[in-house]
């Protein structure tokens, strides 16, 4: 269990996918541009195998903000998009249910 003010310190936000292309040399790793509304950030996310690049263009995903940036397969992360898995463990995206500005928190 964690404290209400453990939770809080997550930095979540809407951001909409403005790019996506696979990782070289690597079977599920995709490289994603994120508008966030203030700022783009780049993540890397292992979603390569159940969704396409040209699939994300455009969607709304949850980003983790505040994570120190990793570099993963020679590329920088800065961020996390949240998933959760299905029944055969693939990666579902979690998505707002309608359209929202890019940048909205999350709470």
Request: proline share 5%.
């Amino acid at each position: 269990m964690i404290k209400l003010e453990d939770f809080q310190k997550l930095d979540l936000r809407v951001g909409k996918i403005i790019e996506a292309e696979k990782i070289s040399n690597t079977d599920k790793l995709l490289r994603i541009e994120v508008d966030l509304g203030s700022e783009w950030r780049q993540i890397v996310a292992g979603i390569g195998k159940v969704y396409q690049p040209q699939e994300l263009k455009g969607k709304e995903i949850v980003v983790v903000c505040n994570l120190e940036p990793k570099v993963i397969k020679g590329v920088e992360s800065q961020g996390m998009l949240l998933a959760v898995l299905d029944s055969e463990a693939n990666p579902v995206l979690i998505v707002p249910e309608r359209e929202v500005p890019e940048g909205s928190k999350v709470s």
